[in-house]
Nanobody, 122 residues
């Protein structure tokens, strides 16, 4: 198994930036595809971004494309989500997750972090 812990969330004004980090335990972090998901109040958890084992494949939800960047550093067992040009609708709890395949579906991810709150004020 892999244990994931997110950090970097906070309160930011619209147009600002945040960088989320997800630190993973275990020696096999590089074997997993990683994803970021978010869940706003009253809504289902939704896909944000994903990155393959090697980092050569990335995929973004249309709502964040061009504003968010996912990356990973396998040597540090860490995945990142750089969020620029933040909008109020980006407000949510953000979770990182690990999967054995390339996927955008929450149910396909076996391991989840506890989440970090991102709040964007207008």
């Amino acid at each position: 198994q892999v244990q994931l812990v997110e950090s970097g969330g906070g309160l930011v004004q619209a147009g600002g930036s945040l960088r989320l980090s997800c630190a993973a335990s275990g020696r096999t972090f590089s074997s997993y595809a990683m994803g970021w998901f978010r869940q706003a109040p009253g809504k289902e958890r939704e896909f944000v971004a994903a990155i393959s084992w090697s980092g050569g494949y990335t995929y973004y939800a249309d709502s964040v494309k061009g504003r968010f960047t996912i990356s990973r550093d396998n040597a540090k067992n860490t995945v990142y989500l750089q969020m620029n040009s933040l909008k109020p609708e980006d407000t949510a709890v953000y979770h990182c997750a690990a999967a054995t395949i390339r996927t955008t579906r929450p149910n396909d991810y076996a391991y989840w972090g506890q989440g970090t709150q991102v709040t964007v004020s207008s």
